[in-house]
């Protein structure tokens, strides 16, 4: 996974936007606002933890596809909870077959950083990629995110992104060796 950094998110990627619970009003997209408070009116999105919502073509400023995850409420946030509901959203980009995501981390979410970038490599794992051909290959390979690029990022933040994409990386490749049959890893 080839990570990169921007200040804004690029127009053809996915944008994985998180969303804390009851702070529509907060953010500082107005568009967004909007939007947010009438999924919620609706109780289509409500953005608690581990909810997501995918958008196709809902703003002009913003890239054509967006998946809104909810992270709960931000004083029970947590790296284990911030590492769920970010897999889950690189899960949705990838059902969405997105082979390039952009992830928005807001100054509340900076020190989550290493846990988000790890998280989002860590589900883009497939246990049979490596023994599948043909067809069945090609169809795990269009559901596998390539680039991810970090929005509004810098400094300590980007190298803590870093890391946690080659921690996820690395857990991925202890993942494959357990699941290796004996004939490719023995003992």
């Known amino acids: 996974m080839i990570p990169t950094f921007h200040s804004k998110p690029s127009k053809s990627f996915l944008l994985i936007y998180p969303v804390f619970e009851n702070n529509a ?9 909007r939007l947010l408070s009438r999924l919620k009116k609706s109780g289509e999105f409500c953005a608690k933890d581990g909810e997501v919502f995918f958008t196709l073509n809902a703003f002009s400023h913003l890239p054509s596809r967006i998946v809104f995850v909810g992270l709960g409420e931000f004083k029970k946030l947590s790296v284990g909870g911030v590492m769920s509901a970010f897999g889950t959203a690189s899960k949705s980009a990838t059902s969405h077959k997105s082979k390039a995501v952009s992830v928005l981390i807001t100054d509340s979410l900076a020190p989550y950083t290493q846990a988000i970038a790890e998280a989002c490599v860590l589900a883009n794992f ?8 043909g067809e069945s290959k090609e169809k795990i390979a269009s559901q596998k995110i390539e680039n991810i690029e970090f929005v509004g990022l810098s400094g300590e933040a980007a190298e803590k992104a870093k890391k946690g994409i080659i921690l996820g990386e690395m857990g991925n490749e202890l993942r494959r060796w357990v699941n290796a049959p004996p004939n490719i890893a023995n003992p």
């Open 25 to 33: 009003a907060n953010i500082k997209d107005a568009r967004v606002s």
């Open 126 to 133: 497939n246990p049979g990629e490596p023994y599948k051909t």
